[in-house]
């Protein structure tokens, strides 16, 4: 067994898979379980979001994870390994964990703070200063700047970061996420969730991660989990999917409205074909330029600089009344690059009142149009795409059936002989 006792897979950074095998945790004195036969696959080096109404049961499946909470019966299976007996403060040494506003401790500093499970392990001094301050970097704080401060002297965003840097500390290759952007504001928040997602993109940890907000499940999440009460699996499976064919009406009234647009969140512009428009470069004759409209049967001509880069987009009348294209950069240009989503291709869009938005790709150099077109278009192709098939979706079901949630209930399971699928 590794230091930190959690079931190693070798890589240093690599995540394991949970399984969570017919879990039930039954408060005393409450008549129903808060999580009732939860059998649940988390696969390893994914982010899964656990969602749904108050009261459900999210925390309380999240904290048998690292067993914060003991599972009335049922077990927990890391790496492949069932953790459901061993030591929980050992467990926990190897499993970060993350709440609101970070739960600092607030008389710690925050190099101290990271500080406290390398310490539990007995890192020596160099290793856990050299350690916080990478942490620090990797979570955007200047090392030098904040490593000696007090929870109350930072930011609110900055206080979850310095939370998310403790859970990371000696490497965990499972990080449980309770409500982590809960506290701060809705910029903050959304800088944050970008910042995990880059984290995650370099260290590919498994994480788990409860929220209220549905589009942050949409998204940060690889898979999303909508829980009933009892943490009933209602559906498991990935955001698009989710979005183009929800379970059920409690699924339609989580998602909540506009489904479609939220969709447009999960494609990035760089995914999509391009429109390409009539070009013409500073110091072009413009009569060229309005003849290649006219063959082309477009209106809007899009001028670029010397270094490819877009600089105004004219219309036939403006070009009339130029005789050759000048340099002069419109700063009011429907302008996004090609790692923006859909999403802020349309609000561009709709900020600028044009029916495209001009893309640029390295150095800002022109790459051609989404138009409205093109974000309809997407919005039908990941419905098609997310319509066919749910062959990878995680196993997510309760009472002890290995069967998928959403999935149709098979006759055997109804008439109760529990022959698995
Ligand atoms: N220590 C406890 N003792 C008794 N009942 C509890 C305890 N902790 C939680 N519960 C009950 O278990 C159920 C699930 O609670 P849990 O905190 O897991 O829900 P949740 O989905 O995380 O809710 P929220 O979104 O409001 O945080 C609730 O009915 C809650 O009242």
């Not at 710690?108 to 499970?117: E, K």
């Not at 002297?153 to 998310?164: D, N, P």
């Amino acid at each position: 067994m590794s230091e930190t006792e959690i079931p190693s897979n070798g890589g240093r950074a690599a995540g394991a898979g949970i399984l969570l095998e017919d879990v039930t945790k039954r408060f005393p004195g409450q008549e129903k379980p808060a999580v009732g036969g939860l059998t649940m696959e988390i696969p390893q080096g994914s982010i899964v979001m656990l969602v749904g109404p108050s009261g459900c049961g999210k925390t309380t499946t999240l904290k048998m994870i690292n067993r914060l909470i003991e599972p009335t019966s049922g077990r927990i299976i890391l790496n492949g390994e069932d953790v459901t007996g061993i030591d929980g403060d050992q467990l926990r040494r190897g499993i970060g964990y993350v709440i609101q506003a970070g739960g600092l401790f607030p008389h710690m500093t925050v190099a101290a703070n990271i500080a406290v499970v390398p310490k539990m392990l007995n890192w020596d001094k160099e290793r856990i200063r050299s350690r916080v301050d990478e942490l620090l970097e990797l979570v955007s704080l200047d090392p030098a700047l904040y490593r000696d401060r007090y929870p109350k002297e930072l930011s609110g965003g900055q206080q979850q970061r310095v939370g998310v840097a403790r859970a990371l500390a000696a490497d965990p290759p499972v990080l449980l996420m309770d409500e982590p952007f809960g506290a701060v504001d809705p910029i903050t928040r959304q800088r944050l969730q970008d910042e995990l997602l880059h984290i995650q993109s370099e260290l590919h940890k498994t994480i788990v991660c409860v929220t209220h907000d549905f589009d942050e499940a949409v998204k940060l999440g690889d898979w999303i989990a909508i829980f009933d009460e009892g943490a009933q699996l209602v559906q498991y499976d990935s955001p698009e999917r989710i979005l183009a064919s929800p379970a059920n009406e409690f699924v339609e009234n989580f998602i909540g409205s506009g489904a479609g647009l939220k969709q447009l969140t999960l494609t990035r512009v760089n995914e999509v074909d391009l429109v390409m428009p009539v070009t013409a470069s500073v110091g072009d004759l413009t009569s060229d330029t309005l003849s290649r409209l006219q063959g082309a049967g477009e209106q809007n001509a899009v001028v670029l600089d010397e270094r490819g880069r877009p600089i105004q987009w004219l219309s036939r009348r403006q070009l009339s009344r130029l005789d050759r294209h000048t340099d002069a950069v419109d700063p009011r240009l429907p302008v996004i690059g090609n790692q923006a989503t859909l999403n802020d291709a349309l609000d561009t869009m709709l900020v600028s009142s044009t029916g495209a938005a001009l893309v640029t790709g390295p150095r800002e150099s022109f790459l051609g149009m989404v138009t409205v077109q093109t974000v309809m278009e997407a919005i039908t192709a990941a419905n098609d795409a997310a319509q066919q098939g749910s062959s990878s979706a995680p196993v997510g079901i309760n009472s002890g059936m290995i069967q998928r949630a959403g999935d149709p209930v098979p006759v055997q399971d109804v008439a109760g002989t529990g022959a698995p699928q």
